[in-house]
């Protein structure tokens, strides 16, 4: 497979991620306001038991569901493009790609820790 | 923080569209706007309109990005590693939002919103010809395997840090080489820092520094710019979203009023004149910074 198909192999699997990470987050959001105005607010309960809310059906937990799967988009882009990279063997762009990968991470556990 | 009411939530979501259309058209991310409106319309405090504009963020230049990536104008090996940098300068701004004053932090928002302004003023007239000096051109066809930035462990970091794209405007095939990425890498941290500080892109400093010091193409600039803002921007989301300075209700409805947007604001680009709008909005810009200096200084 020669360079250029390669690499547009590697922009379309980027582009997918973005689309299916944006579309995800979209779609939570809109059912957590149809949630929101068709049951009211839900429960003030605290962070930690986002996931479990929005499971049970607590539209505001929904929406904040929703901000976390837009928030982890670009990250998932990243980590596409650093397994790409590896795959192709192209080691110095993979490398780069995981160490952006550690700084997010590095965001994820200082914003939650 | 005030309550926020199904009618706000209509009102922010319009908001939200238009700030989506008119940074589509302006080629912002939209922070630059939306901070403003929160602030001085809606009476939110300073860290949460960042909070709710930093998220707003990472959905335009997501939404922007896919676009992008289409027409192959944005660089991803130098995306990537300008990203080490915004991201490094976004967590350190994104921290320091935490402990410094708000009207310190509007202050700095005040004086960011001048460059942009003047940024805002001179765009397009100077697009054409940076590109051509920046750039050199090739019919397409030409270029085959040997093309900048291909995948060859031979060849120099520098070297592959370059890049090709089609333009459909001139029908020719442009190839870069990248110049001087100590200043693009200091740049984009600043950009970050910018970013995590006060919730924009931060594709203001970007673009023109990819553009003037590092000799990458407007068009490839602005894709670059806005491949990595993402990023950038999730880099700070997490801090904020962590210290509850993002409010879901708010939040959402901007951020999808701002999808949309970027999809008029995309269309409408093909029909509309830029260069009347773009001063229009660059001296909007500068009363708003003159009201946000005002307001810092004087503390209503």
Known sequence: MSDEEENERLSKAVRRTLQIGLTAAVVLIVVGWVVIVTKGRGSDAPETRLFSRALHGDGTAILSVGLVLLMLTPVARVAVLAIGWLLRRDFTFSLIAFFVLTLLGLSVLLGTG | ?300
Not at chain 2, 231 to 259: E, H, K, M, N, W
């Open chain 2, 1 to 300: 923080m005030p309550p926020l009411g199904l009618t706000d939530a209509l009102l922010l979501l319009v908001i939200g569209v238009l700030t989506g259309a008119v940074g589509a058209v302006l080629g912002t991310g939209g922070g630059v706007f939306l901070i403003p409106i929160l602030l001085l319309c809606f009476g939110v405090p300073i860290k949460y309109a960042v909070g709710t504009s930093i998220l707003t963020v990472v959905a335009t230049s997501t939404a922007v990005a896919i676009g992008n990536l289409d027409r192959g104008t944005a660089n991803m090996r130098l995306g990537m590693t300008l990203e080490i940098f915004t991201s490094l300068g976004a967590l350190s701004g994104g921290m320091a939002a935490a402990v410094l004053a708000p009207r310190l932090l509007e202050g700095v928002f005040a004086a960011v919103l001048l460059p942009t302004a003047i940024v805002m003023w001179r765009k397009r007239a100077g697009d054409a010809d940076s590109a051509a000096k920046a750039a050199t051109t090739r019919s397409p066809g030409t270029v085959g395997q040997t093309a900048v930035g291909s995948h060859d462990p031979t060849r120099g970091f520098l070297e592959r840090l370059g890049g090709e794209y089609d333009d459909p405007a001139t029908h020719q095939h442009v190839v870069y080489r990248l110049h001087r990425l100590w200043a693009g890498a200091t740049i984009s941290f600043i950009a970050g820092v910018m970013s995590g500080l006060l919730g924009i892109g931060g594709g203001v400093f970007k673009v023109p520094a990819l553009n003037i010091l590092c000799g990458v193409p407007i068009k490839a600039a602005a894709a670059t710019s806005t491949f990595m803002i993402g990023v950038t921007a999730a880099a700070s989301a997490f801090l904020y979203f962590g210290r509850d300075q993002v409010d879901p209700g708010y939040t959402t409805a901007v951020v999808i009023g701002v999808v949309v947007g970027s999809w008029i604001g995309a269309y409408l680009n093909r029909f509309a004149r830029g260069m009347l709008i773009k001063r229009v909005f660059a001296v909007l810009l500068l009363g708003v910074s003159v009201e946000m200096f005002f307001r810092a200084f004087s503390g209503q």
